[in-house]
Every structure is written in C-alpha cells, then in structure tokens.
C-alpha cells in the first residue's frame, strides 16, 4: 500500500521557522515530481512548492518566495519543506503529493495532476 505521511507541522509564532517532512512508503518516488500544497479553511488548495525527480527544478507560489525551500532525499524518499518567517496567512493544512507525469517548465503545477496524497498535517502561524 503507498503511502505519504506528513510530519512537522504544529503550531509558531510570526517570524518563526517549521520542517515539514513527507516519507513515501510502498513504492518509490524517486524518478518523480514531489509536490507541496495547503487548503486554508473556506479555501481553494493551493500549490505552495514543487520539485522535480533530481531536484534541478523547482516551482514555488509567488507568496512563499524567498521564505520557503523545497527539497528532497530520494535515499530516503522523503520530500522536505523548509517555511522561514511565516506568517499568519501561512496558517493552513499542508499536504505532500506524487506527481507520475512528467515535470513541465511551462506549466505550473497542479494538484489535479498529483496521484498520491498525504493526510495532511497542520499548521497555525499566531500574530
């Protein structure tokens, strides 16, 4: 059975620093794009990071630039999200996914085209 299990999240103050790790068990994901993605309650899910199979490429929405960082161990496969100073808006339930297509450089990611899904792990940023 695959799985991604999520970890790392709870709860910082504005300005504070989390870890979100997600480990693939079942299969492999190493020759894939791993993608970061959150749902605020009321909202739409958003894609906040990805990253291609040999972490040459990566995407990030433009509200997370320069505070958030992607990255990735496929001997360990498990996908990383490294958030700086975050912030309140940042308060959602992020999830990790498995995209078996291929990357694209023109077309930003999407969570329709992910096939594999996290259960999600939270996290509140105070003000």
């Known amino acids: 059975q695959v799985q991604l299990v999520e970890s790392g999240g709870g709860l910082v103050q504005a300005g504070g620093s989390l870890r979100l790790s997600c480990a693939a068990s079942?299969?492999?994901?190493?020759?894939?794009?791993m993608g970061w993605f959150r749902q605020a309650p009321g909202k739409e899910r958003e894609t906040v990071a990805a990253?291609?199979?040999?972490?040459?490429?990566?995407y990030y929405t433009d509200s997370v630039k320069g505070r958030f960082t992607v990255s990735r161990d496929n001997a360990k496969n498990t996908v990383y999200l490294q958030m700086n100073s975050l912030k309140p808006e940042d308060t959602a339930v992020y999830y990790c996914?498995?995209?078996?297509?291929?990357?694209?450089?023109?077309?930003?990611?999407?969570?329709?085209?992910?096939?594999?899904w996290g259960q999600g792990t939270q996290v509140t940023v105070s003000s």
């Open positions: 079942g299969r492999t994901f190493s020759s894939n794009t």
């Open positions: 996914a498995a995209d078996l297509g291929p990357w694209s450089d023109y077309v930003a990611p999407r969570a329709p085209n992910y096939d594999y």
């Open positions: 990253i291609n199979w040999n972490s040459i490429r990566t």
